[in-house]
């Protein structure tokens, strides 16, 4: 059973920082990207950022220069540095991992269980 776990969020004032891990067990099969998507109460799930094995990354425009996503293969793991944070980032963070197409559409994809991250004003 393929399985992402999350880990990191929590509750932090405006302004500081928080970092995410999402480790995906040994049985996730061939995947090319890893990323977070959030969401907020009556909100839609949002791609946060993403990063393909080609080095590709994405990044949703209001969390550009603030947040991080980065990568270890060799333990499956992808991250999410978020320095800065506003109390507009308050919401459940979801960690996606999947075989997607060049146009970063998935042909399968996988969800963690979500973790909360609230920041204060």
């Known amino acids: 059973q393929v399985q992402l776990v999350e880990s990191g969020g929590g509750w932090v004032q405006a302004g500081g920082s928080l970092r995410l891990s999402c480790v995906a067990s040994?049985?996730?099969?061939?995947?090319?990207?890893m990323g977070w998507y959030r969401q907020a109460p009556g909100n839609e799930r949002e791609l946060v950022a993403a990063?393909?094995?080609?080095?590709?990354?994405k990044y949703l425009d209001s969390v550009k220069g603030r947040f991080t996503v980065s990568r270890d293969n060799a333990k499956n793991t992808v991250y999410l540095q978020m320095n800065s944070l506003k109390p507009e980032d308050t919401a459940v963070y979801y960690c996606n991992a999947g075989l997607f197409n060049s146009m970063w559409e998935p042909f399968y994809d996988y969800w963690g269980q979500g973790t909360q991250v609230t920041v204060s004003s």
């Open positions: 990063t393909k094995n080609d080095g590709r990354i």
């Open positions: 040994a049985t996730i099969p061939a995947i090319n990207v």
